[in-house]
T-cell receptor
C-alpha cells in the first residue's frame, strides 16, 4: 500500500512569505503528526491531528498552524516566514498509538 | 511529559563489531518505546517497538532492544555492524495519547 506522501519535496521561500505543506497519510490512518527537524534542535514536535481535531500541540509560535481534512489528509501552514524556519518538515501517520509512526520523506523548506 | 535521552551523539564502530546505542526514558505512565533510523534526505523508518509485551524486542535489519524498567533504559544493539547500518538513529517514547517525543539522535559511523 502507498506510504505517507508529502508535497512538495523542496521549497524555497522569502522571509515574510507564508507556506503550506501537504501530507497524505497511509490509507486508514487517522492520526497525523508533524515534526520540524533541524541540525541544532533535532526533531521537534509541532502538532498531532486525529479525526480532524488537533489532539496534541508542541511549543511553537502561533505562526505555525495545521488542519486535517475528513479524508485524513493534513496541511500545515507557516505564516510570516523567518530564516530560522528553514528545516526539514516531517509528517507521520499512525493507526493507533502503540503501532508507531510511518514517516513521509519530508519537505525541505529553505527561507532566504 | 515523557522524554528520552540518547547518550552519545556520535558512535563509531568497525564493520563486524557490536553496535550499542543507548537510550534512557522518563515517563509517568507505562511507556511505549520505539527506535527509528534515518538515512540522509529521507524520513524516519521504524526499526522496532516495545509495547509492554516481551521485554526483548527484535526488529528489522538484525537490530534488537531490551526494555529494562529498573534502569529506565531501552538500548539498541546489533551483534555485527554492516556498512549499510551507517545512519542516524532516534529513540522515541509515546503514551496512550499518541504524543511521541524523540531523542536528539545518535549518528552511527561504520568503519571498514
Amino acid at each position: 500500500k502507498a506510504g505517507v506522501t508529502q508535497t512538495p519535496r523542496y521549497l524555497i521561500k522569502t522571509r515574510g512569505q507564508q507556506v503550506t505543506l501537504s501530507c497524505s497519510p497511509i490509507s486508514g490512518h487517522r492520526s497525523v503528526s508533524w515534526y520540524q527537524q533541524t541540525p541544532g534542535q533535532g526533531l521537534q514536535f509541532l502538532f498531532e491531528y486525529f479525526s480532524e481535531t488537533q489532539r496534541n500541540k508542541g511549543n511553537f509560535p502561533g505562526r505555525f498552524s495545521g488542519r486535517q481534512f475528513s479524508n485524513s489528509r493534513s496541511e500545515m501552514n507557516v505564516s510570516t516566514l523567518e530564516l530560522g524556519d528553514s528545516a526539514l518538515y516531517l509528517c507521520a501517520s499512525s493507526f493507533e498509538y502503540r503501532g508507531g509512526y510511518t514517516f513521509g520523506s519530508g519537505t525541505r523548506l529553505t527561507v532566504v | 511529559a515523557q522524554s528520552v535521552t540518547q547518550l552519545g551523539s556520535h558512535v563509531s564502530v568497525s564493520e563486524g563489531a557490536l553496535v550499542l546505542l543507548r537510550c534512557n526514558y522518563s515517563s509517568s505512565v507505562p511507556p511505549y518505546l520505539f527506535w527509528y533510523v534515518q538515512y540522509p534526505n529521507q524520513g524516519l523508518q521504524l526499526l522496532l517497538k516495545y509495547t509492554s509485551a516481551a521485554t526483548l524486542v527484535k526488529g528489522i535489519n538484525g537490530f534488537e532492544a531490551e526494555f529494562k524498567k529498573s534502569e529506565t533504559s531501552f538500548h539498541l544493539t546489533k551483534p555485527s555492524a554492516h556498512m549499510s547500518d551507517a545512519a542516524e538513529y532516534f529513540c522515541a517514547v509515546s503514551n496512550n495519547n499518541n504524543d511521541m517525543r524523540f531523542g536528539a539522535g545518535t549518528r552511527l559511523t561504520v568503519k571498514p
